[in-house]
């Protein structure tokens, strides 16, 4: 059984002060929730702050993304200890890091290696673009994405990670994919995938979040479906009352 989780991606967004304020009101906000895992990925400069925000809360840290080494002269990097001292999970692969910063199927790869390494647990996200999306390519797309990513990670590693299927077109446009589509693309491009990869009990271990536009209007839609275990969830995270309504009608959602 997949417990849920919804992930709030606070992309370059909020101060340290902005953002500890906002972590401490979803603490307090969401302090009675015990259905679906929680997380929140704050810049890096507010890791710290958060951290302390939410020790002892039921609302986990993630990075937004890292470096594979674990030390040396790479300017500007985080590595895998440093984010391991203030969360307990990384973003890699984001389409907006793919697209802006060169991420590569390969750099995700290495990258969900070295946070295995430092016991961290990766978010992976993968999804198609809007011209793959038309041409129908979507299915063959994001199976080589999972191939890419997966490389060489074993079966007892890769039932720990959550992969979020986020179609590019879908990110902050206010548009998404329909409920029964994000399904079936998660059933047949990915869990297919990974039975081709691992076996079925690992594909069926595998959480798999919905990333696209997420809202407290739509959330319900999406954590109903059989294959979708949660959100990854940028611009309505970023609002107490958003992120708070989108967990609160998921968890009365699957509830009913
Ligand atoms: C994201 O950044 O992962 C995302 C899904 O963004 P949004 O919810 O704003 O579309």
């Not at 809360?57 to 993630?62: A, D, G, P, T």
């Not at 200890?81 to 060169?102: C, D, N, Q």
């Not at 990670?161 to 548009?175: D, K, R, S, V």
């Not at 990915?190 to 919905?210: G, S, W």
Request: charged letters at 20%; one cysteine or more; aromatic letters at 6%.
């Amino acid at each position: 059984m997949r417990k849920p989780f919804i992930a709030g991606n606070w992309k370059l967004h909020e101060t340290v002060a902005e953002a500890t304020a906002l972590a401490e009101a979803l603490r307090a906000s969401l302090a009675d929730v015990e259905s679906i895992e929680l997380g929140v990925a704050p810049t890096a400069t507010a890791l710290y702050a958060v951290s302390e925000a939410l020790k002892g809360s039921n609302i986990q840290v993630s990075a937004q993304n890292m470096y594979w080494a674990a030390s040396g002269a790479f300017t500007g990097e985080i590595s895998p200890p440093m984010v391991k001292e203030l969360a307990t999970h990384v973003i890699i692969g984001h389409s907006e890091r793919r697209a802006y910063f060169g991420e590569t199927d390969e750099t995700v790869n290495r990258k969900i290696k070295a946070a295995f390494a430092h016991n961290l647990t990766p978010i992976v996200c993968i999804g198609e673009n809007l011209e793959q999306n038309k041409a129908g390519e979507t299915v063959a797309f994001v199976s080589q994405q999972i191939h890419g990513a997966f490389a060489d990670i074993p079966a007892e590693e890769a039932r720990k990670l959550t992969l979020a299927y986020e179609p590019i077109w879908a990110i902050g446009t206010g548009l998404t994919a329909t409920p029964q589509d994000a399904n079936r693309i998660i059933r047949e491009a990915i869990r297919e995938t990974l039975v081709d990869l691992y076996d079925e009990e690992t594909a069926e271990a595998i959480r798999v979040q919905y990333g696209g536009s997420v809202k407290p209007q739509n959330i319900a839609d999406f954590i109903v479906m059989p294959e979708i275990d949660g959100a990854l969830v940028g611009g309505a995270s970023l609002k107490v009352d958003s992120f708070t309504a989108i967990v609160k009608n998921a968890v009365e959602a699957l509830a009913q």
